[in-house]
């Protein structure tokens, strides 16, 4: 009886293993699909990412444990959804005519059926449902995908994971230093991007390849410390020469390199945003790690190493072109953004309770864009404005409570870490924070390729650390 029941359990740990490899091969399979084709900024890029999110998703709910997803987060998000569904809800005229007034006046111009019809019509709050839909459909897959992963990781996945995480980074960053960018540059030397942007490695923007580093580089710092401050940990400066000569050395050096070139890869992609972002994350990063595990001396040399690599990036670019970048600012108006946010303003006063509807800020500024009308900004260039335009009250209120939800739960995290969960988390916060600073400016976040690495960060940020057999932090190099 005992040989039988050795032999179930040893089947079930060899059932789950192959599940959890599984999973963290679709995680990364995700995330690198999400990147390489173009930030899954076009139909073809976002249906499938947006599928296999949902089976990644729902893969881990069925094998891990819900109840480690906290429960206020579930809620939240579900009201979230709600609340967009609910702009998808047929109404009359006249009720659409109380609740948001510029709702009718806008579809009166954009929607002729409508306007023929105008006593009996019949439309949602959303001023283009079918958009909304799309939206939708990809909030619910990705949402899925976040509180899967979270109820299915444990720290020995993180680490599969963030090591997968550096190396489909260094590829993208290889791809962006060494291929052609600009306004008439061909992605990959053959994909001309159907709008008007400066395309950096697969990216359409440079803005949103700067984005997807955002959030990579910290938790690869992050997980770069783990280890030197474990490997270097209680040794005599003789046994720390040593250490340098043996594998594990080997593996930090090619870990700090492939950090080293991520870091000239948005350095090299001249994105205000991105630059500006980058040293306020790494910045941060250095300030907070934990005081009471990690000497003043040991954080020295971290700031100093980050600096370094920050300043040698920089003069490999030119300082001349860093700072001719920055100095457009004065000139251009942070690239027109001041115009578009007075537009988007506009457009959030006009519909204050329930918002033009989700994903439909493009169709309101064919009506609502007063500046630069030689070119049409189908963005409002601040995700926090643009929820505010398109979602209004609705849509708004139920998007910070999760925020705060989300962050309260985070928090609640960290006070029960052992020094390697704490060092991923904190990675994964830092990446996060780097990309909502970006998005005060930047629309980031609305490409489903960064969308769907966001949530791997959130997981990693949310999810419950193992109390036992946590696995190791080795790193081995490669053959």
């Known amino acids: 009886m005992t040989n039988v029941q050795a032999e179930a359990r040893s089947a079930r740990r060899t059932a789950a293993s192959r599940v959890e490899k599984t999973q963290i091969a679709l995680v990364l399979a995700i995330v690198a699909w999400g990147a390489l084709s173009f930030g899954a900024v076009y139909p073809w890029g976002y249906a499938p990412l947006g599928g296999a999110s949902a089976l990644a998703g729902a893969l881990g709910l069925l094998a891990g444990q819900r109840r480690r997803v906290p429960r206020l987060v579930v809620a939240a998000g579900a009201v979230v959804i709600g609340s967009i569904v609910v702009q998808l809800v047929p109404l009359s005229s006249s009720v659409l005519a109380r609740l948001s007034p510029a709702t009718v006046a806008l579809l009166d111009r954009y929607d002729v059926m409508f306007a023929l019809a105008r006593g009996s019509a019949v439309h949602t709050l959303s001023v283009d449902s079918r958009r909304t839909w799309i939206g939708v459909m990809l909030i619910a897959s990705l949402g899925t995908f976040w509180l899967g992963l979270t109820a299915m990781l444990r720290t020995r996945l993180v680490l599969w994971i963030v090591r997968g995480l550096v190396i489909v980074g260094t590829g993208i960053a290889v791809i962006g230093v060494i291929a052609p960018s600009g306004h008439d540059a061909r992605i990959y030397g053959f994909w001309q991007p159907q709008s008007a942007a400066t395309s950096f490695g697969p990216f359409v923007n440079r803005n949103h390849y700067a984005g997807w580093m955002l959030m990579t580089i910290p938790l690869g710092v992050s997980y770069l410390w783990s280890l030197l401050a474990r490997d270097t940990a ?16 080997s593996g930090l050096i090619l870990l700090g390199v492939a950090l080293a070139v991520m870091v000239l890869s948005v350095v ?37 190493c980050v600096a370094g690599v920050v300043a040698a990036c920089i003069g ?13 600012s004065q000139t251009d108006r942070l690239g027109g953004r001041v115009g578009v946010w007075r537009d988007a303003s506009a457009v959030a006063r006009a519909f204050p309770l329930t918002g033009t509807g989700f ?3 493009s169709v309101a500024m064919l009506f609502y864009q007063t500046h630069d009308l030689e070119e049409f900004y189908a963005e ?25 939800v989300t962050a309260r739960e985070v928090r609640r995290r960290f006070s029960g870490d052992d020094p390697r969960s704490y060092s991923l988390r904190l990675g994964a916060v830092a990446g996060l924070l780097a990309i909502a600073l970006q998005e005060t400016i ?31 932090l080795q790193l081995r190099p490669a053959a």
């Open 442 to 472: 930047e629309f980031s976040l609305q490409m489903p390729g960064n969308a769907a690495l966001f949530c791997v960060l959130a997981a990693i940020a949310l999810y419950h650390p193992d109390r036992h057999g946590a696995g190791s």
């Open 268 to 304: 090299m992609s001249l994105s205000r945003s991105g630059i500006g972002c980058l040293v306020v994350s790494l910045t941060l990063l250095v300030c907070v790690v934990d005081r009471t595990r990690v000497s003043w001396w040991r954080r020295a040399i971290l700031a100093t």
């Open 359 to 361: 994903n439909t800020f």
């Open 316 to 328: 490999w670019t030119g300082t001349d072109r860093i700072g001719g970048r920055f100095a457009e």
């Open 380 to 404: 409002a260039h601040s995700d926090y404005l643009q929820v505010g335009a398109e979602g209004g009250l609705l849509v708004g209120i139920p998007a910070l409570a999760l925020m705060l």
């Open 234 to 249: 209680a040794r005599s400066w003789r046994a720390r020469l040593s250490w340098l000569s043996t594998p594990s050395a």
